[in-house]
């Protein structure tokens, strides 16, 4: 599994813009193949701060994301919307003994 994390900050002139955007993305991208979960939440600190988090079955469907018109218009219309940096990290979740991790309560001690 791939994991994709990422802040994005919005102009505040134009949240509701990059709100909207948003939303059609998530919608847009939930109906992907290989997509186990994908969509957007505000910053409780700064309300004009928008975190993506997003979960794949694989490299391969990720890949296919980025080829997608809706992640073209995405992209196209996001800079006049940010105030700043867009930062993203990508985790690749391994298997433990054979079974991918499904749910961590805290630490986890292998041996």
């Not at 939440?41 to 701060?49: F, M």
């Not at 794949?56 to 006049?80: C, I, K, V």
Request: aromatic content about 8%; hydrophobic content about 40%; charged content about 30%.
């Amino acid at each position: 599994m791939i994991i994709v994390h990422g802040t994005i900050p919005l102009r505040e002139d134009r949240r509701d813009r990059a709100l909207e955007l948003a939303r059609v993305m998530a919608d847009a991208t939930q109906a992907e193949p290989g997509c186990v979960s994908y969509d957007f939440y505000i910053g409780l600190r700064d309300p004009n701060t928008l975190m993506v988090f997003q979960e794949w079955e694989d490299m391969d469907a990720l890949m296919a994301h980025f080829q997608t018109a809706h992640m073209e218009s995405f992209l196209r219309e996001l800079p006049e919307l940010t105030s700043g940096d867009i930062t993203t990290r990508r985790y690749a979740v391994q298997s433990v003994d054979g079974q991918e991790a499904k749910e961590s309560r805290g630490p986890r001690v292998v041996h």
